[in-house]
DNA sequence: CAGCATTGTTGTCAATGTCTACTTTCGGAT
DNA sequence: ATCCGAAAGTAGACATTGACAACAATGCTG
């Protein structure tokens, strides 16, 4: 690799892949602008061309993050044909993101919640609300669910595995595995909209 | 009131107070030990001499929010008698306690999260996850709950409350008031346990 | 009332986020 | 080709913070 030269080229990219892998590895309170700034070779202001403050550079590991997140979710509801199936694959992907991206996550709904946050960053927020909500319409739709307002029936489905999610990130589910509650969790919100009981 | 003399008297605890006001008015982020000193009119070395650093601080804040939750808990319990009606009380209480100190909430398994938490601090952390044990061992005993590993029936009940709680402070609930989503998820996992539909 | 542990004070230090002034580089208009 | 302004990175300063150490005031116990 040649010597880098004044210009970086791909500051902003490799700043936002750095934090992310500190934030991820160390947790948010482990994320210095001037050691990130040392991590990746450039003096300590550079970061302020891309950023502007500290916030800046989390609301947009905040994007990314929602937009992976998202992604995985997507990807795990077209992988499976029922409703049930459709419901537990993307479940485990939530919770299986939340796990494996505590602080991440954590970071998520902290920079989703702050005053001034990008209209963007809302947006993504609620994607994966809205994929419960369109997941249950169908379902409800095709009878397979019981009548009633879909938005509250998803807002039970969304709580109970984001429930698990945060259980498992702090450490409260006492050695049972992650799967395991979040499999429980998922059969009693679907046996309770579809009036059918999980075996 | 007299003018304080050298001795404060009582700082431990007013550091505490003044401490719990501001992270619950302004944020965890907004509590900084030396403006907190400057506000209980001290100085700023002063409150080593009762935690050693500021970690130590918010795990005693953290010990004191996990005991009035607890304590908000256990008397939600006791208002009521039936499986139903204490589940009912205890998830309302505990979302209760969330909505009203979400910071609070977030430093409590932030603090119990830590690699050197007191056990003390880990015990407080699990007595409500233990009162919905009892609760769901009672109730199963009586043969209002179907048969089925208690702890794992709990962990259910409990991520959905919790869940609830999250999405509560997160700002996901999208309108509909916490109350409602509270009653619809408890009375979800409610009838997934006693495979009688709700209302 | 003498001595000592407790509690609070003051000064210092390194680290951090932000700001401003300066320098280097890039790229387009002439 | 070159000039010139914008973009990107550097360097220094500043206030704030948490931690630490040396010191002073106070209260308690013998």
């Known amino acids: 690799m040649t010597e880098r030269a004044y210009h970086h080229g791909n500051l902003r990219q490799e700043l936002l892949e750095?934090?992310?892998?500190?934030?991820?590895?160390?947790?948010?309170?482990?994320?210095?602008?001037?050691?990130l700034a040392r991590d990746v070779g450039v003096s300590h202001g550079a970061s302020a061309r891309h950023f502007a403050d500290r916030t800046a550079l989390l609301d947009?590991?905040?994007?990314t993050g929602f937009t992976r997140m998202?992604?995985?979710?997507?990807?795990?509801?077209?992988?499976?044909?029922t409703f049930a199936g459709q419901l537990h694959a993307a479940g485990l992907a939530y919770i299986g993101f939340a796990v494996d991206h505590p602080a991440i996550l954590d970071l998520m709904y902290k920079a989703k919640h702050h005053p001034d946050a990008s209209p963007e960053l809302a947006a993504l927020s609620r994607a994966s609300m809205v994929v419960v909500n369109e997941l249950v319409g169908e379902a409800q739709a095709r009878g397979e669910v019981r009548?009633?307002?879909?938005?509250?029936?998803?807002?039970?489905?969304?709580?109970?595995?984001h429930g698990v999610a945060a259980l498992a990130t702090d450490d409260l589910l006492d050695g049972v595995h992650w799967r395991d509650a979040a499999e429980a969790t998922i059969d009693a919100v679907l046996?309770?909209?579809?009036?059918?009981?999980?075996p």
Chains 1, 2 share one sequence.
């Open 18 to 35: 750095r934090a992310w892998a500190t934030i991820d590895g160390d947790g948010l309170d482990a994320l210095s602008l001037r050691q």
């Open 60 to 63: 947009a590991i905040a994007v």
């Open 70 to 81: 998202n992604d995985a979710l997507a990807a795990a509801v077209t992988s499976e044909t």
């Open 147 to 161: 009548s009633g307002d879909i938005e509250r029936q998803s807002l039970v489905v969304f709580a109970a595995v």
């Open 191 to 198: 046996s309770s909209l579809t009036g059918v009981d999980a």
